[in-house]
């Protein structure tokens, strides 16, 4: 049984609890207030992510997201949700500095946006940050492989972890594990090294783009939806195609505003008779 039949939100705990033998892990991503009531009745995990900035925001990358942009999105997401767990990221230069710079403005986030967890970039470099957090009372989600806050590091939204180099995607997922997150993103990754990994570790893998075997899968609902018409990763199934069904119903709204057939009778206002609104006035 999916842990989506609790009565109360989920927690990291139990979450980590559902790696030993529950249902996969339902995670998409939200960003507003009826976009997280729609998700809430069948996810596990939302996750206000990063990836706002990109989405609804414009932004060429999600290194221009702020932590007053998390915290308004977190907020917003937050009044839709009663029973996923929620969890929101850390945006790039909120963190990476120093363990206590990572407590300040976690603390931030769960104070302002009433997230139960946090996550953020980086494997090794960040087991430091991420234990420091556990130990003062901060949840977190690890994210590993592909960062997209690393993209132009890495050179670009690339595969990480062929060949050699996925014995630094296994020690990331090692280090992050040892650390104390709670449950870790594989991004973007061989499907067989996914399939390490999750077979490693104890806490809960969310793949987006790395393996079925993954304990969760996590989608930008965005993507997932199509509510773009020219974007479309690899790793994205597209469940709709609202991109283009928007297109076609505004198009219609416009042919038929400029043709003056809206508002038709049934969308207008009509006066009272003469007798009723005085009687109304009197």
């Given amino acids: 049984m999916s842990v989506t039949g609790a009565t109360k939100a989920l927690t990291p705990p139990d979450v980590l609890a559902a790696r030993k033998g529950g249902d996969p892990l339902v995670c998409l991503t939200a960003y507003t207030t009826p976009m997280a009531r729609l998700v809430d ?8 992510g990063d990836s706002v900035g990109m989405v609804l925001h414009g932004l060429p990358s999600t290194l221009g997201v702020t932590l007053d942009m998390m915290i308004m999105h977190g907020k917003a997401v937050r009044r839709g ?3 996923a767990l929620m969890v929101v990221d850390m945006p790039f230069g909120s963190y990476e500095e120093s363990p206590q ?13 009433d997230c139960a967890a946090v996550k953020l970039e980086g494997g090794e470099t960040m087991a430091e940050t991420i ?3 556990v130990h003062r009372g901060i949840s977190v989600m690890a994210h590993i492989g ?5 993209v132009n590091t890495v050179g670009g939204y690339k595969v990480q972890g062929r060949g050699q180099d996925a014995e630094r995607i296994m020690r990331d997922a090692a280090a992050v594990e040892q650390a104390g997150a709670f449950s870790v993103v594989l ?10 990994i999750t077979a490693q570790l104890a ?20 993507d997932m939806l199509g509510m773009f018409t020219s974007f479309r990763p690899k790793f994205v199934k597209r469940y709709a195609e609202l991109g283009n069904g ?12 400029r043709a003056r057939r809206f508002p038709a009778a049934e969308h207008v206002f009509a006066d009272l008779p003469q007798k009723a609104a005085e009687g109304e006035t009197a």
């Fill in 203 to 222: 806490i809960p893998t969310i793949g987006i783009g790395a393996s079925a075997s993954c304990d969760g899968q996590v989608l930008v609902v965005d």
């Fill in 101 to 113: 710079q990572a407590f300040r403005n976690a603390a931030r986030l769960m104070a302002e946006t």
């Fill in 187 to 196: 991004e973007k990754v061989p499907a067989a090294l996914a399939d390490r």
């Fill in 41 to 48: 009745a069948h996810c596990d995990i939302v996750l206000v």
């Fill in 246 to 257: 928007a297109d076609q119903a505004i198009a219609a709204y416009a042919a038929e505003v």
């Fill in 81 to 83: 949700l009663q029973k």
């Fill in 146 to 150: 592909l960062t997209p806050q690393a």
């Fill in 131 to 133: 234990s420091f957090l």
